[in-house]
């Protein structure tokens, strides 16, 4: 098996600005794709903005800018977000660059060659919110199943033939386990397959904000098959490119994945996959749907005003005078930590600053002011003995199995569980009382032995906060090129003069 690694954010839509859900999802995939690098895995990691179609471009007409123009402003919001959070996107992809609407216009024309593309009249329900066709017996109270306004559409349009993989993909679900997870959401793809496919609309003729369709300048792409083929043009997929051939074609564990929110499952997990079957292109290995966050119990929604701003979130934070980068970690550690990966979950301040408080200032964070403090006063400000403490290689391990499968707060809670532990001993051994009883060697060895757990516990939080890991291995000056998996293993040396300190996780008032 190769060790490539391919992990998608979805694209985000461009008519609104970015807010903690968007945040999320990306938040999700750079924890996977940093763990991934730090375990020697060769990493893409691709996210970006979805710029077409009839709700961008409403958007737009709304604000009297032109579509272009109007994309290009907010998609630079969506940027700025990604860097602001410290996502480690390799790419940030546009559906308005031009080597994308090449690819999905290149897309097009296999799926036409393979005999999957008819033209015909459509006529049905259309959300432009969601961007989606809904079915007659979807449609509840005169609203798509999502709440969503719906408009009765007639007009020419092409059609994919996706009645031909009902099957096929249930065949393909069946045979690959763990194609779809988690199960729940697994299951309602089954059930909505076994429902019954009808064939799908694939362009539209009533606006024309989008990919046009090749051969018929009339029409242009439907939003999403256009979208969709963001995670091949990332690669180069025209050019056949290096790129293609390692992130696409050669696959690794769960690679490539898809990380999607529970409402776009449906276009991850039986659309694509049969245009991918159609066109002949292997299919992603996973495709991880999460859940929603509401607000102190309320749906977030923008027409109830209650959206969260990470940035706004951000500064709240610094507004008690908590550092702008530590104020992000706060932000990555509560969001992926509150909420089994696949659940939803409520975003609450008073939960907010009570985790962050009990587990990072008042575990890991007292743990370390403590243990270096000590070592400077007593200590010379040296690890003093060779630490002899237990290897704790099994830790790793036990992440990496738990990141394996998108776990992420049962990771965190390997790493919590460990701090805590060492808390306990660190008072259990009281090297306070050590100093003051005479026993100085027994002291240094109870005290280098604490660094070098706070060592460790600091490199297995780098994919998860890495602003304090980098702070603490900081502290224990510990260079670059040790702060990384290949030296979990190897201990703090003797003789090691650590740096001035400062409080890594200053609490929340
Ligand atoms: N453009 C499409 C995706 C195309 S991918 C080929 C789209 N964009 S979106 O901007 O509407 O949503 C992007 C992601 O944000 C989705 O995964 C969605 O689930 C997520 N979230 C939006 N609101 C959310 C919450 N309140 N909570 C968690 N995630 C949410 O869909």
């Known amino acids: 098996m190769s060790k490539n690694f391919y992990v998608t954010t979805p694209i985000y839509y461009v008519n609104d600005k970015p807010h903690i859900g968007h945040a999320y999802t990306s938040l999700a995939a750079d924890i996977l794709a940093r763990f991934k690098r730090l375990d020697n895995f060769n990493v893409f990691f691709l996210t970006g903005t979805d710029e077409h179609g009839q709700k961008v471009e ?22 700025n977000l990604a860097n602001f959070m410290g996502y480690s996107h390799d790419h940030f992809i546009r559906t308005t660059d031009k080597n994308h609407k090449k690819t999905a216009q290149k897309f097009w024309q296999i799926l036409e060659e393979k005999g999957y593309i008819y033209k015909d009249i459509y006529e049905g329900w259309y959300a432009i919110r969601d961007e989606a066709f809904y079915n007659e017996d979807e449609i509840i109270d005169g609203k798509a199943p999502t709440g969503a306004e719906v408009v009765w559409e007639k007009q020419e349009s092409y059609f994919f033939k996706l009645s031909e993989f009902e099957k096929p993909l249930l065949d393909y679900i069946a045979k690959n386990p763990d194609f779809i997870a988690p199960q729940s959401k697994k299951n309602e793809v089954i059930s909505f397959l076994k429902s019954g496919l009808k064939d799908l609309s694939i362009s539209r003729t009533s606006f024309n904000w989008g990919v046009k369709v090749p051969n ?47 409402d776009i499952l449906r276009f991850h997990a039986i659309y694509w996959p049969a245009f991918l079957m159609a066109a002949e292109i292997p299919l992603p290995k996973k495709i991880y749907a999460h ?3 509401t607000n102190e119990g309320q749906k977030i929604s923008k027409s109830i ?9 951000v500064e709240w934070l610094k507004s008690k005078e908590i550092k702008e980068k530590t104020a992000i970690d706060y932000l990555r550690y509560f969001l992926i930590k509150e909420i089994p990966f696949g659940s939803d979950g409520n975003y609450a301040k008073e939960q907010f600053i009570n985790r962050i408080n009990s587990e990072l200032a008042n575990n890991i964070g007292n743990l370390t002011q403590r243990c270096l403090t000590m070592i400077h ?9 060779e630490p002899n403490c ?11 199995e738990k990141i394996g499968k998108l776990e992420f707060d049962k990771a965190l809670d390997e790493i919590i569980n460990f701090a805590n532990q060492i808390n306990k001993e660190f008072n259990d051994y009281a090297p306070w009382n050590l100093k003051k009883d005479g026993k100085i060697d027994k002291m240094e060895q109870v005290l280098s032995n604490t660094a070098e757990n706070i060592r460790k516990i600091a490199i297995l939080l780098l994919p998860f906060i890495e602003n304090s890991s980098r702070m603490i291995l900081g502290f224990l000056n510990i260079n670059k090129e040790q702060q990384n998996f290949n030296n979990f293993g190897k201990k703090l040396e003797k003789g090691v003069e650590i740096n001035e300190i400062e409080v890594a996780f200053p609490r929340i008032k």
């Open 305 to 313: 005003g209650n959206i969260i701003d990470p940035f706004e979130e």
């Open 58 to 79: 409403k958007s737009a007409i709304n604000q009297n800018k032109s579509p272009q123009e109007f994309c290009d402003e907010i998609s630079v919001k969506f940027k």
């Open 390 to 400: 237990n290897e704790n290689i099994q830790i790793l391990e036990n992440i990496r």
């Open 216 to 262: 018929n300048e009339n029409h242009v792409i439907y939003v999403w098959l256009d979208a969709l083929t963001n995670y091949l043009s990332a690669l180069n997929f025209c050019d056949n490119d290096q790129k293609y051939q390692d992130f696409w074609q050669k696959t690794s564990q769960n690679s490539p994945i898809h990380i999607v929110g529970k």
């Open 377 to 385: 006063k007593n200590c010379d400000s040296k690890i003093k003995k």
């Open 291 to 293: 859940g929603w966050w």
